[in-house]
């Protein structure tokens, strides 16, 4: 892999069960990993609206709602589905393999 394009970062897949989100930091980025019916999704652990942490917001199924101020996002796609988020959060690629997730973050990070 080139290093200078991505990172990998692979997490235990038994840590997180269907329905829930885990929120982690990685080289100064929060991120939020969803495991939705067994398929896992990892993005920015904030709101595009108003920077909230998403991680304190409520999972159910693939959207995600932000504690603050209740705007709604797509977990595969980061896409605001409801206001007042008009920006998408950025989505990282995930890959589950051999009980492992592995989240693929661009370097350098987002800021």
């Given at each position: 892999m080139d290093d200078s394009a991505s990172r990998l970062y692979p997490l235990d897949a038994t840590d997180l069960a269907p329905g829930t989100s885990?929120?982690?930091?990685?080289?100064?980025?929060?991120?939020?990993?969803c495991n939705v019916d067994g398929e896992f999704f990892a993005l920015e652990n904030r709101c595009s609206h108003a920077?909230?942490?998403l991680a304190e917001g409520r999972l159910q199924g693939h959207r995600l709602?932000?504690?603050?101020?209740?705007?709604?996002?797509?977990v595969r796609t980061g896409k605001p589905e409801r206001p007042p988020a008009r920006r998408a959060v950025p989505i990282f690629p995930v890959e589950a393999k051999r009980g492992w997730v592995h989240i693929t973050l661009p370097n350098p990070a987002p800021k």
């Open positions: 885990r929120a982690f930091c990685v080289n100064g980025v929060s991120i939020l990993l920077k909230a942490p709602e932000c504690p603050l101020h209740g705007a709604v996002f797509d």
